[in-house]
């Protein structure tokens, strides 16, 4: 098993944690502030979840092709965050 293996692995499992944690306090906290907040953070981990695993498309893509698109994922889920909370202090 190689270093960039043993990363993604565990990477993974954070993904999967935080996932599933703020899944249940989504259902816990529906509506609201907090439910907005939770909605913000969970589309934020799933956009940076598929960022850094559209690695395993690099049999198939150049590698910058996979790195434009690893870009482009993070900058949405930074965008998204940054727009959403703003969003969120004006209410």
């Not at 996932?19 to 609201?32: E, Q, S």
Request: aromatic content about 14%; glycine content about 8%.
């Amino acid at each position: 098993m190689t270093a960039q293996m043993i990363i993604s692995v565990f990477t993974l499992v954070i993904y999967l944690i935080i996932i599933f944690v703020f899944n249940k306090g989504r259902l816990k906290y529906a509506g609201g502030k907090v439910g907005k907040v939770i909605n913000l953070i969970l589309v934020t981990v799933c956009l940076l979840f598929v960022a850094d695993y559209v690695a395993i498309f690099e049999p198939f893509l150049d590698k910058e092709v996979l790195d434009i698109i690893r870009a482009l994922f993070r900058t949405a889920a930074l965008g998204f965050l940054a727009y959403g909370g703003g969003k969120l202090t004006d209410s």
